[in-house]
């Protein structure tokens, strides 16, 4: 079945800086890969995601971008705030079930 | 819209007792789904269902885990007999059918001592 693996596990940043996570997967049938925001005691949420037929996807001060030779893709933010620090998990899916990374912790500190 | 409730919030029960999780998703959505989240880990999902027939379930424990929506709507989770390592974040989530984007709920919070 579907593996991802996340980096890295924990990142911290000044604020402004950029951050970059990353994720690997091993199914190469996958085709959907979202991002999720988790803060403190809170629910998942979806920030952005990107289908396989696109490279990349950008959002105000996030994008996303994807590399399926290499089976890779990655979160970028830029002009970090200190509201962007949360629990941020990766996923891959290629039916309707979603396996995620095991999450990297963003701190931005001010 | 109302998003995916789940109750309760938090729970606290000693190993060897059962303990039982309700879920009631987005309106119209079709796929439920029940992730348990470790600390420290990412959601792994435990059970999907879709209307009230089980689509996937390789990674629930049978043996102690059980979960049912036998009308297409509400879920619920249940565990018998609780385990220390059982302690996690119990997340329902739910998606129209053939969605991929998932709403998850606020989570229960399991604590086995």
């Known amino acids: 079945g579907e593996n991802v693996e996340q980096h890295p596990s924990t990142l911290s940043v000044q604020e402004g800086d950029s951050a970059v996570i990353k994720c690997t997967y091993s199914d190469s049938a996958s085709n959907y890969f979202p991002w999720y925001k988790q803060e403190l005691g809170k629910r998942p949420q979806l920030i952005i995601d990107i289908r396989s037929n696109v490279g990349e996807k950008k959002d105000q001060r996030i994008a996303v971008t994807l590399n399926k030779t290499a089976k890779h893709f990655s979160l970028h933010i830029t002009e970090t705030q200190p509201e962007d620090s949360a629990v941020y998990f990766c996923?891959?899916?290629?039916?309707?079930?979603?396996?995620f990374g095991t999450g990297t912790r963003l701190q931005v500190f001010p | 819209e109302a998003g995916v409730a789940q109750s309760p919030r938090y729970k606290i029960i000693e190993k060897r007792q059962s303990v039982a999780f309700w879920c009631n998703p987005i309106?119209?959505?079709?796929?439920l789904y029940w992730y348990q989240q470790i600390l420290g880990q990412g959601p792994k999902l435990l059970i999907q269902?879709?209307?009230?027939?089980?689509?996937?379930d390789s990674q629930l424990p049978k043996d102690r885990f059980s979960a049912e929506r036998l009308k297409g709507v509400d879920s619920t989770l249940k565990i018998q007999p609780a385990k220390l390592e059982d302690s996690a974040v119990y997340l329902c989530?739910?998606?129209?059918?053939?969605?991929?984007?998932?709403?998850f709920g606020q989570g229960t919070r399991l604590t086995v001592v």
């Open positions: 269902f879709q209307n009230n027939g089980v689509v996937d």
């Open positions: 989530a739910s998606t129209f059918a053939g969605s991929t984007e998932a709403f």
């Open positions: 309106s119209g959505h079709a796929t």
């Open positions: 996923a891959a899916s290629k039916t309707d079930k979603l396996i």
